[in-house]
């Protein structure tokens, strides 16, 4: 049965109650749960009315209609209007409910989205507004906020939004654009109605609905699956000879490249034939080998840049350099340019690429950074999201010869413990030994406009 009925007049009345959202201890990403672990028992793409919504006219009041695979609902008055049909779903097994809505015009402030649970006079409602705010409620004869309007920071006010909700394990987890933004115990149903809302004043557009069941199994290890099998690479670069004797040769350099390649190979999960160890390479042999990795890797790889060497900061033109081994100090030509290191970081479409730069004013790479996040993330989210970070010995001062900064870094990933380190919690882990034996400050950060999207690169230990 559907029937169409108005709750509310805009925004004016209130939540009269408001439950703190949970704390986010058992942490749950939108990508956790893959397709393969969802059994859809209900889609609604709108090529017909198969599913009997109310559509039609109303006179000053709504319309609601069908066309090109949306539906289209417009709230004409300042009434909420909400349109609704019946499908029974097993509240004891878990399960996904998700909508693609899109605002289309109106007024901003109302309100628009999903209802579910849904009885004659009850039901769950989540919620997003023309001005990009969200909320989570119920109503019961009042309304009660779980989650009041809150700014969506991944609104996208010219297309869709998908909005899902997850019951998992006795728990609710909301995902606004695949963005967790809330979780709860679950509710038990008021009836078994779902459907829309469409703000007064406002019109909608609906792209899909979709009900699944959550399939049981190994959805646990759905991610560690994940991150077992994704590939890493490296590209170590040492340089210690110097083709002009008018730049100093260093000792350490290709020393280090080289313990690092033997700390990845046997320690972690980088396989020997996806390391390339550079020692003392040209200028073209460094483009070559980055040009390589722009061909061979994809979004399923991670990669370690990792340079020691030679390093030079000008102050005129602030632009910073690394020392290929056929570099001269009368001209740049073969200067290896940050901005060019950037440029390629920015076209390798990995998932993850850290540098770690062990090189005089190595710290130039990202001289606009945010150094660390503001609220610790799970592991998982950390994953999904895109990284493109970087860790470097020091600002714009000179670093040493025998490296402090790489002794701990070694020294860190060797006595790790730990199945996952991130490189945050790495440079965490470093920083305070390095500061104390030298006076170069180390720095860790985002690389400004290459792809960054918050999530970190992932260091697996292997299981010897």
Not at 111 to 128: M, R, V
Not at 405 to 426: A, D, G, M, P, V
Request: hydrophobic content about 35%.
């Amino acid at each position: 049965m559907m029937r169409r009925v108005s709750l509310f007049c805009l925004l004016t009345i209130f939540a009269v109650g408001y439950l703190a959202a949970q704390s986010q201890d058992q942490y749950l990403s939108y990508q956790e749960i893959s397709p393969e672990n969802k059994n859809a028992i209900f889609y609604e793409g709108f090529e017909d009315n198969r599913h009997k919504w109310d559509l039609g006219q109303e006179d000053s009041s709504w319309t609601e209609n069908i066309f090109n695979g949306n539906l289209l609902f417009e709230a004409i008055d300042e009434l909420a209007k909400e349109d609704y049909i019946s499908f029974e779903i097993d509240q004891q097994k878990d399960f996904e409910i998700e909508a693609s809505i899109r605002f289309i015009k109106g007024n901003e402030a109302a309100a628009h989205g999903l209802q579910w649970g849904k009885s004659e006079n009850s039901q769950f409602d989540f919620l997003f507004t023309g001005s990009g705010q969200i909320t989570i409620d119920r109503f019961s004869g009042e309304f009660y906020d779980y989650l009041p309007f809150t700014p969506a920071v991944n609104y996208n006010p010219d297309g869709y939004n998908k909005l899902t909700i997850r019951k998992y394990k006795g728990k609710y987890y909301f995902f606004f654009n695949e963005d967790l933004v809330h979780q709860m115990p679950f509710k038990t149903f008021f009836g078994n109605n779902i459907g829309f809302q469409v703000g007064g004043k406002s019109s909608v557009q609906v792209d899909y609905l979709r009900i699944s069941e959550i399939i049981q199994g190994d959805i646990e290890h759905t991610l560690a699956s994940e991150l077992e099998s994704s590939v890493y690479h490296a590209l170590l670069i040492g340089i210690s000879h110097y083709e002009d004797p008018a730049i100093n040769d260093l000792d350490q350099p290709a020393k280090d490249a080289k313990r690092m390649y033997d700390l990845l190979s046997t320690e972690y999960t980088f396989d020997s034939s996806n390391i390339k160890l550079l020692i003392d390479p040209t200028y073209e042999k460094i483009i070559e080998s980055l040009d390589q990795l722009i061909w061979s890797l994809d979004e399923k790889d991670n990669l370690l840049i990792f340079y020691a060497g030679h390093g030079y900061w000008e102050e005129k033109t602030g632009i910073g350099y690394w020392f290929p081994t056929d570099a001269r100090q009368t001209n740049t030509a073969n200067w290896f340019r940050n901005s060019t290191l950037k440029d390629y970081i920015a076209g390798i479409k990995t998932k993850h690429t850290l540098l770690i730069s062990d090189a005089c004013f190595g710290g130039a790479i990202f001289k606009t950074r945010r150094a660390f996040s503001d609220l610790p993330m799970a592991i998982e989210k950390l994953y999904h999201l895109n990284s493109r970070k970087a860790m470097t010995s020091g600002t714009l001062d000179e670093v040493p010869d025998k490296s402090i900064f790489i002794e701990y870094l070694i020294k860190r990933l060797s006595e790790n413990q730990e199945n996952y380190i991130t490189s945050e919690q790495l440079f965490s882990n470093l920083r305070a030994a390095v500061l104390n034996n030298t006076p170069n400050v180390p720095q860790y950060g985002e690389i400004k406009e290459t792809g960054d999207e918050g999530g970190d690169f992932i260091f697996i230990r292997r299981i010897h």
